[in-house]
């Protein structure tokens, strides 16, 4: 793991003794969402460090719920996982061998992970954020409960910001309900590289309603991992632009999301998106990641904004399926244009109705 400079996080960490003599046996059960980016991290450096800032919203009813048992052992560490979270297992194992020197009671404990996601696996929507959002959660949970302490105030989530990170950089800001940005900014304050923002506070009223209707072109398997993803960048001839670009789009997002200027958000929402498919598509080999039907779905979409001059968007993970953006006010005619123009471009006719979330919850 690399090693942080923000003692916050390393100092006062719990290890065996302490775990033996709080009571040798702890569990946590924490519920986190899944999010989708708006402002896209795509590219990092080592230990999990951003090359330019994102922004998200959390999701309602996707998410991972996550319980982790832990009791002394003088054997060491052990970990056991839950048959529907054994695909995960080598990853979730990894983590928690890269986290030790946080949490180093780790180190002589038999582990019990049971990790369940509210959507099908297989829907393009990433579970790695909630997944260890929800992990990091517990951990710190648990590191709480040994020490004594109650509560789950801002250190404790920054800390499990900062932890889920390391697990996936997304999972950051799946810590969080409403809206959140992650990534140093200048122009905004408290902004890091090391763990998530909740923008909550900050957020027009309109956007904290902000509804998600996924459109599910292709439920087969990722065909470019976000590992993959991210390394592309490393020699991408576009990628200082790309940077530079972001941080811009940042500045203008926050911008709208202050304002409740819905028109400039789907503006740079739709820009985002497309710069990212953008990215993939001028690396050298690379598949199209983006289904004749993805294409079909926009071009709708945007035929009926115009049509009802109406503000809705979209945005798109790195995979086929589009997220279909638009307020609460406006859902009933979304939601029927959905169900009759788009729906039959949907394989199966699969289509998530969700919506911007309250974030974690522990369970
Ligand atoms: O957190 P990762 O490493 O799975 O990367 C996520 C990449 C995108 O989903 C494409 C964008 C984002 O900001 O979530």
């Known amino acids: 793991m690399a090693k942080s400079k923000w003692t916050e996080f390393t100092q006062n960490a719990v290890g065996t003794e302490q775990l033996k003599s709080a009571g040798n046996e702890f569990k946590s059960g924490w519920k986190a969402?899944?999010?989708?980016?708006?402002?896209?991290?795509?590219?990092k450096k080592d230990g999990q460090i951003p090359q330019n800032p994102s922004l998200s919203f959390s999701l309602n009813g996707c998410y991972t719920q996550t319980q982790l048992e832990v009791k002394y052992s003088p054997k060491g560490f052990s970990l056991t996982i839950n048959p529907e979270g054994k695909e995960f297992a080598p990853r979730i194992e990894q983590f928690l061998r890269n986290v030790e020197p946080l949490f180093p009671f780790l180190a002589n404990v038999e582990a019990k992970v049971t990790t369940v996601n509210s959507f099908p696996h297989s829907v393009g929507i990433a579970s790695s954020a909630s997944g260890f959002a929800s992990l990091a959660l517990c951990l710190c949970h648990i590191e709480e409960q040994i020490k004594g302490n109650l509560g789950f105030g801002s250190p404790f989530l920054r800390k499990a910001s900062y932890v889920a990170r390391l697990g996936s950089g997304s999972a950051s800001r799946s810590v969080f309900g409403g809206w959140q940005e992650w990534g140093y900014l200048p122009e905004l304050p408290n902004s890091?590289?090391?763990?998530?923002?909740?923008?909550s506070p900050i957020v027009d009223p309109k956007f904290s309603e902000m509804r998600d209707a996924i459109l599910v072109v292709s439920s087969s398997p990722k065909v470019l991992s976000s590992t993959q993803g991210h390394a592309l960048m490393a020699n991408h001839p576009f990628a200082d632009a790309r940077y530079a670009e972001a941080r811009i789009n940042l500045n203008a997002i926050l911008k709208a999301l202050r304002k409740g200027d819905l028109k400039r958000f789907f503006d740079i929402a739709e820009s985002e998106a497309l710069t990212l498919h953008g990215l993939i598509m001028s690396s050298k080999n690379q598949p199209m990641l983006l289904k004749p039907q993805s294409l079909q779905i926009i071009e709708l979409i945007k035929a009926f904004r115009t049509e009802k001059d109406i503000n809705i968007g979209f945005t798109i993970d790195a995979g086929p399926n589009i997220h279909l953006l638009y307020t609460s006010d406006v859902a009933p005619i979304v939601e029927a244009f959905v169900n009759e123009q788009l729906k039959p471009l949907c394989e199966n006719q699969k289509v998530i109705f969700d919506s911007c979330g309250k974030g974690p919850e522990l369970v």
Not at 33 to 43: D, E, F, L
Not at 192 to 199: F, G, I, K, V
């Open 192 to 199: 890091t590289n090391e763990y998530a923002l909740s923008l």
């Open 33 to 43: 969402p899944s999010n989708i980016a708006i402002v896209k991290y795509w590219g």
